[in-house]
């Protein structure tokens, strides 16, 4: 069915008041977008930090409503809601309903990370190289929550993920993925041979996607709210988060791997690898660095 499309440009600061006022008066959904997207000054944001929404400075907010919604009555709704915001930027028009999320997963294709791994969408037919018996292969729905694979920051995790297995340092083993969002990096490490896997995520809309992918796939993901999360001990930890939440979190994520374990820290800009590697280095030896694109992984070995 058609829509009407609301459409307004806001700051970071001032958004949470414009959802709010828009959901009130019965907004069927609101979605954000990075206003200098068409400026070539885009920012990127991935996979939030545990405890962390972050968001662009300047924003596109759009907001569907039923096709027979009144614009101008809609309007004076918002103005008598929170008359302290600017409304008058605000743009409408006509949209035909499509099914974006089927969409996107149409342009989305198997992707292969190392050897064995491939991520391939629930709804394509497997390649051919993907149907070797040794293949590890994760059905994903990536339409829920962050991490498709799509992006250098997982594919470094998932690579390193492919390689452990390679080593022999996977097989019957404990995982932690510590931002979990789809559930993508704890997915393989099973179908890799991990004995079981856990996943951290303070987005319980990414929980939800990770039991999602994980009955998809056939197998079980524990998940936990950062507040729920049990203090145990894996001998592999993977976060791929943002580096301010890998400073913040250094404490905490080093007392989740046992002596002698192993860790990938992702979700690190170029540059900004040099402050993780000293703050890490006060658990971990062994400290590596890899790059793919402007984006860092850390990975290095838990001291006993």
Not at 125 to 150: H, I, K, N, W, Y
Request: aromatic letters at 8%; one cysteine or more.
């Amino acid at each position: 069915m058609p829509f009407l499309e609301l459409t307004l440009r806001c700051t970071e600061a001032t958004q949470p008041r414009y959802e709010n006022a828009l959901e009130d008066v019965g907004a069927l959904a609101v979605t954000l977008l990075d206003a200098d997207a068409d400026t070539g000054n885009e920012h990127a944001i991935l996979e939030p930090g545990v405890g962390e929404t972050p968001l662009w400075n300047a924003l596109v907010l759009t907001a569907l409503f039923p096709a027979e919604t009144n614009a101008l009555a809609l309007l004076a709704a918002l103005e008598a809601f929170d008359a302290g915001l600017d409304w008058s930027n605000a743009g409408f028009r006509a949209v035909e309903d499509e099914d974006w999320e089927r969409a996107w997963l149409d342009q989305f294709q198997p992707m292969q990370f190392g050897r064995r791994t491939w991520i391939v969408p629930w709804n394509h037919e497997l390649p051919a190289a993907a149907q070797a018996a040794d293949a590890a292969v994760v059905r994903l729905d990536p339409g829920l929550a962050f991490g498709s694979g799509t992006h250098p920051t997982t594919a470094l995790c998932l690579r390193w993920l492919d390689q452990l297995a390679a080593d022999g340092e996977l097989a019957g083993r404990s995982v932690l993925d510590f931002g979990c969002g789809s559930g993508i990096l704890a997915l393989a490490a099973l179908k890799l041979g991990a004995a079981n896997a856990a996943g951290v995520d303070n987005d319980p809309q990414a929980l939800l996607a990770t039991a999602d992918n994980g009955e998809r796939n056939g197998v079980h993901i524990a998940a936990y709210l950062p507040e729920d999360e049990p203090a145990a001990t894996y001998p592999v930890v993977v976060a791929n988060i943002l580096a301010s939440a890998l400073d913040a979190l250094a404490e905490r994520l080093a007392a989740r791997v046992a002596p002698g374990g192993r860790i990938a820290l992702s979700g690190i800009l170029h540059g900004q690898e040099g402050e993780l590697l000293e703050r890490y280095a006060a658990w971990f030896e062994q400290l590596q660095t890899a790059q793919d694109g402007d984006w860092m992984r850390i990975t290095g070995v838990r001291r006993a």
